[in-house]
Nanobody, 119 residues
Framework: QVQLVESGGGLVQVGGSLRLSCAAS????????MAWFRQAPGKEREFVAH???????DYGASVKGRFTISRENAKNTMYLQINSLQPEDTAIYYC?????????????WGQGTQVTVSS
C-alpha cells in the first residue's frame, strides 16, 4: 500500500514563492500519475497540475505559467514550485495519485498542506 505525505506549506507574502513536496512510501512502483489539487474555504476542489511517470504534465488554467510540477522518481517524490503567489492561491494543497490497477480514478490521497498568502 502507498502512502502520500505532503510538506512545504506555510505563510507567504503576495508575490512570494513556495515549493511543495509529496513523498510516496510503500509500493510506489504502482503509481502511474501524481497530481496536485487544492481546496479553499467555501470553494470546490480545484485541479492544479499532474505529472505522469514518463514526465508528461498538465496544468489548470488558473495556475498555468506560475506553477511548475516535477518529479524525482528515484526519491519517489513530487514537487510543486509556486511563484508569484496571490491571495487567491490560499488553500489546502493535496497530493493525489493514480495507480496502474486503478488508473481511471485518484485512489490515493495525502493529508494536505496549508498554503496561506498574505496581502
Amino acid at each position: 500500500q502507498v502512502q502520500l505525505v505532503e510538506s512545504g506549506g506555510g505563510l507567504v507574502q503576495v508575490g512570494g514563492s513556495l515549493r511543495l513536496s509529496c513523498a510516496a512510501s510503500g509500493r510506489s512502483f504502482s503509481i502511474y500519475l501524481m497530481a496536485w489539487f487544492r481546496q479553499a474555504p467555501g470553494k470546490e476542489r480545484e485541479f492544479v497540475a499532474h505529472i505522469t511517470r514518463s514526465g508528461g504534465t498538465d496544468y489548470g488554467a488558473s495556475v498555468k505559467g506560475r506553477f511548475t510540477i516535477s518529479r524525482e522518481n528515484a526519491k519517489n517524490t513530487m514537487y510543486l514550485q509556486i511563484n508569484s503567489l496571490q491571495p487567491e492561491d490560499t488553500a489546502i494543497y493535496y497530493c493525489v495519485a493514480k495507480t496502474y490497477s486503478s488508473a481511471s480514478t485518484y485512489s490515493l490521497w495525502g493529508q494536505g498542506t496549508q498554503v496561506t498568502v498574505s496581502s
